[in-house]
């Protein structure tokens, strides 16, 4: 869609910034209600919630531009003010806090200004919005002004301001990300900070969309931060992080793509099933995209790498040795196929070595296998060395 009147970006770029800043109101306020949950869309826009109960609703606005005001006739303000009228028990002096987010700043002398947390007057921004309810002439807030006066009298009406809180001023999208890095100054590692914030939006992506989906209910406080303390952990001395999960890769391109590679072609020499093979590509692919990522981000190195192949290469040179020896002299192919076969489930079936100690995610290891059986260093055929010398065009 174009950039005229009609165009959809306004609308969906406050959806996606509703839900970032469900993030930044998580990482900012957690800490103090380690008992309590968050929400998308249940309650509110976004949500607290203890026990099952609502404690805080907040509407988040944004606004494209810089130097827009809210004022209290806004229509922002009163399309806010109904959703809580309909929905949050509005003369209910005990019903959650209510709390509007928005990237505008509130125009002095006017009640929202009253109801920013440290100037607050609530009976001035009560005097002020019932004289605009009265007063206003927009059609779009023509609903919310009345019901706003038909609450059941002043008291009633005190009770409803008394629990909103105007937050105004908010970060726009384009700046959320470095709220977040705010935040999560303390679990930066060095040197790696860029690659840590992608991995925790990540995780918070794929969350929010299981909120928005009701496949979740909530985010707990003590969830979020063990989630963040996990991916800071795999940062450690001792670990690594996972960048390409399994549901990332798409398994029937990557047959595709690889189908001719030797390391596939060695599968093929002893029959070994397609399904597993199909798994297989995906494990080669997986280890050397973390390879490759891993280099490039300097969380590990080049001599670390092929300590591990080494130690790889040993481990099968063993295994294929005992395999030899287990066969007759005059083994024929399909006794040599079953034999490798064999031990090619074996030594992916070993997670025994793993590149470091604490990381121990067996794709890794097998992905290493195969990216050694690519370059014809290991083989599964007891005849693997002189058919892969006419494969790669190696040898006289």
């Known amino acids: 869609m174009g950039k005229g009147s009609h165009s959809a970006a306004p609308n969906a770029i406050g959806y996606q910034h509703q839900t970032w800043w469900a993030l930044v109101e998580l990482l900012r306020s957690g800490a103090s209600r380690p008992d309590a949950a968050i929400t998308l869309e249940l309650y509110d826009d976004v949500a607290w919630e203890q026990q099952g109960l609502a404690t805080e609703l907040l509407q988040v606005k944004h606004h494209i531009g810089q130097h827009r005001t809210l004022t209290d006739s806004a229509t922002d303000l009163w399309r806010t003010l109904k959703v809580w009228m309909d929905e949050a028990g509005p003369a209910d002096p005990d019903g959650p806090a209510l709390v509007l987010v928005t990237t505008q700043t509130a125009a002095e002398d006017t009640a929202v200004a009253a109801l920013r947390p440290h100037s607050r007057d609530e009976a001035e921004a009560l005097r ?76 918070w992506d794929e969350t929010a969309l299981a909120l928005l989906q009701g496949r979740q209910r909530s985010v707990d406080v003590g969830d979020a931060q063990s989630a963040i303390a996990d991916i800071r952990d795999q940062f450690a001395r001792e670990n690594l992080p996972t960048l390409v999960e399994l549901a990332d890769v798409n398994a029937v391109e990557l047959e595709q793509k690889y189908r001719m590679h030797p390391f596939v072609q060695q599968m093929h020499w002893v029959a070994y099933p397609p399904r597993n093979l199909q798994k297989a590509i995906v494990d080669y692919y997986r280890a050397y995209t973390h390879t490759v990522r891993w280099l490039d981000e300097d969380l590990i190195g080049a001599a670390e790498l092929t300590r591990f192949e080494h130690e790889l290469v040993d481990e099968w040179e063993r295994e294929f040795e005992w395999m030899l020896d287990a066969l007759d002299a005059g083994a024929d192919d399909d006794e040599k196929k079953t034999a490798g076969k064999a031990l090619l489930r074996q030594l992916l079936g070993q997670t025994g070595l793993v590149v470091r100690s604490r990381y121990n995610d067996p794709f890794f290891a097998r992905g290493q296998r195969h990216m050694l059986a690519d370059a014809g260093k290991i083989g599964w055929h007891a005849d693997f060395e002189a058919r892969i010398a006419g494969l790669l065009k190696v040898g006289p």
């Open 128 to 203: 002020l919005l019932e004289h605009i309810a009265r007063t206003g002439q927009s059609k779009q807030t023509k609903d919310a002004r009345e019901q706003f006066l038909n609450l059941g009298g002043g008291a009633a009406r005190l009770a409803f301001v008394s629990r909103i809180r105007v937050i105004d001023g908010s970060p726009h999208i384009q700046d959320v990300a470095g709220q977040v890095k705010e935040c999560l100054h303390w679990a930066l590692p060095l040197g790696h900070e860029d690659l840590f914030l992608a991995m925790v939006w990540r995780w």
